[in-house]
């Protein structure tokens, strides 16, 4: 998973502050997806975006969730006003296109978000 | 939309038995349908998939296979080794939907030496 890079692994946040997730995708990959993974559960879709535009949001909450992916650096994952049922694993994956079979998606190691 | 069931949730097995985990999905429109496996403390990594078009694919121990008709896939590990414990999903994919895969809820595989 070396080639999706995400930070910080490990991020832990007050009830009511914010939280920042940043994801770079692989070289050359121009679509970013973000996660949810609860403890006991699968992988929930939030969004997908591609540089400069958020493709699909279907999966992300109407509050206090926004993504972005600008023309330069990492896409972020921001989370306002944090409450402990967002404590979870947060992945990121990319992948070159749309369209393209899974075996050029790619996840990251993901950043683990604690709320306390 | 689509919806991803997998069974069992975990899984036991003894180093050198088979381990098979199931999965069905909802939308006959997904024709692809990868395996991810997870090891502790990092994001899942592809391992095998498999298009609508075809029945079975085998890549060394790792085998899936598909019934279209029923709606189901399965993955199938042979001669498990104690480095083949970690967690497994199947997801499903349409091609005429938005990309996004649906992803089963998971399947802790455990092998004891």
């Known amino acids: 998973n070396a080639g999706v890079m995400q930070n910080p692994r490990h991020l832990v946040r007050r009830r009511g502050q914010e939280a920042r997730l940043r994801c770079s995708p692989m070289?050359?990959?121009?679509?970013v997806y973000w996660y949810r993974q609860l403890p006991e559960e699968g992988l929930k879709f939030m969004v997908y975006l591609q540089k400069e535009n958020i493709i699909d949001e279907s999966g992300m909450p109407k509050e206090r969730f926004s993504a972005e992916f600008p023309k330069e650096g990492p896409s972020i994952l921001r989370i306002q006003q944090v409450v402990r049922g967002d404590s979870a694993a947060y992945f990121c994956a990319s992948s070159p296109g749309q369209g393209r079979l899974m075996r050029g998606y790619t996840f990251g190691s993901g950043t683990r978000l604690t709320v306390v | 939309g689509e919806n991803v069931e997998q069974h069992p949730s975990t899984l036991s097995v003894q180093e050198g038995d088979s381990a098979v985990i199931k999965c069905t999905y909802s939308d006959s429109a997904s024709n692809y349908f990868p395996w991810y496996k997870q090891e502790l403390g990092k994001g899942p990594q592809l391992i095998i998939d498999?298009?609508?078009?075809?029945g079975e694919k085998k890549d060394q121990r790792i085998a899936v296979t598909l019934n279209k008709t029923a709606k189901h896939f399965s993955l199938h590990i042979t001669e498990t080794q104690p480095e083949d414990s970690a967690v497994y999903f199947c997801?499903?994919?349409?091609?005429?939907?938005?990309?996004?895969?649906?992803f089963g809820r998971g399947t802790s595989l455990i092998v004891h030496p």
């Open positions: 070289k050359g990959h121009s679509h």
């Open positions: 997801a499903a994919l349409s091609r005429g939907g938005s990309y996004i895969p649906t």
């Open positions: 498999i298009r609508s078009n075809v």
